[in-house]
């Protein structure tokens, strides 16, 4: 594994600039440590951490080259926007280029920016430390790195929150599975979710 942690390293300092680079690494240090305290691989948390930015920084049109050419089935918000795909290929390149099979690895790779329902652990550890490593900050941040130490599944919710409202206020196109991923989250995590419906005087209820 060691061999292997140390060959993608290799890779990714040719695919990325040394500003993302950092980020990869600080990714790679809260998620180990969320690993460690929820008991979850550490070894695949790791890996999934390394590649899940090795695409960010590659042009959108060789991006979409790329996705084309493995085979990467793309919608058309994908099409508009190219590096909503850089964590689909970097999970195909993990399989192709480095025989990985494990599901929970590329699931962790290739949604740890849009999130999607039923997620594992460690695709929820990736995507919390995706947001809350310590070169990332905002406004509440540092609560959120405590909740994720606690309690992974309310942390995911919060962080997600976030994401959502931030993207409301800018007018942001929103991925169907990140909606989907909300409302699993919600259905499976609260004891009574409600609706739009469920609140007397919302407008248009």
Same mark, same amino acid.
Not at 76 to 92: D, I
Not at 107 to 118: F, L
């Given at each position: 594994?060691? !061999? /292997?942690?140390?060959?993608?390293?290799?890779?990714?300092?040719?695919?990325?600039?040394?500003? #993302?680079?950092? !980020?990869?690494?600080?990714?790679?240090? /809260?998620? #180990?440590?969320?690993?460690?305290?929820?008991?979850?691989?550490?070894?695949?948390?790791?890996?999934?951490?390394?590649?899940?930015?090795?695409? #960010?920084?590659?042009?959108?049109?060789?991006?979409?080259?790329?996705?084309?050419?493995?085979?990467?089935?793309?919608?058309?918000?994908?099409?508009?926007?190219?590096?909503?795909?850089?964590?689909?290929?970097?999970?195909?390149?993990?399989?192709?280029? /480095?025989?990985?099979?494990?599901?929970?690895?590329?699931?962790?790779?290739?949604?740890?920016?849009?999130?999607?329902?039923?997620?594992?652990?460690?695709?929820?550890?990736?995507?919390?430390?995706?947001?809350?490593?310590?070169?990332?900050?905002?406004?509440?941040?540092?609560?959120?790195?405590?909740?994720?130490?606690?309690?992974?599944?309310?942390?995911?919710?919060?962080?997600?929150?976030?994401?959502?409202?931030?993207?409301?206020?800018?007018?942001?196109?929103? /991925?169907?599975?990140?909606?989907?991923?909300?409302?699993?989250?919600?259905?499976?995590?609260?004891?009574?979710?409600?609706?739009?419906?469920?609140?007397?005087?919302?407008?248009?209820?």
């Amino acid at each position: 594994m060691q !061999h /292997f942690v140390e060959e993608l390293i290799q890779t990714l300092k040719l695919l990325v600039t040394p500003r #993302r680079l950092r !980020h990869i690494y600080s990714c790679c240090n /809260f998620a #180990r440590k969320l690993a460690k305290l929820h008991r979850v691989d550490e070894q695949k948390v790791t890996v999934a951490c390394l590649a899940h930015d090795a695409f #960010r920084d590659v042009p959108a049109s060789k991006l979409l080259k790329i996705a084309r050419a493995y085979g990467i089935e793309t919608n058309e918000m994908e099409l508009a926007h190219p590096v909503l795909l850089h964590g689909k290929v970097a999970a195909e390149y993990l399989k192709r280029r /480095f025989k990985i099979e494990d599901q929970e690895i590329l699931e962790a790779v290739s949604a740890h920016t849009s999130g999607k329902p039923y997620m594992s652990e460690i695709a929820k550890i990736v995507f919390l430390a995706d947001s809350l490593e310590e070169t990332r900050v905002y406004e509440g941040v540092e609560d959120l790195r405590k909740l994720a130490e606690q309690d992974l599944d309310e942390a995911v919710i919060q962080t997600l929150r976030n994401k959502i409202c931030y993207a409301v206020k800018k007018e942001y196109l929103l /991925f169907p599975q990140t909606v989907e991923m909300w409302n699993w989250l919600l259905w499976n995590k609260r004891p009574r979710p409600l609706t739009v419906n469920d609140q007397d005087g919302v407008e248009g209820g």
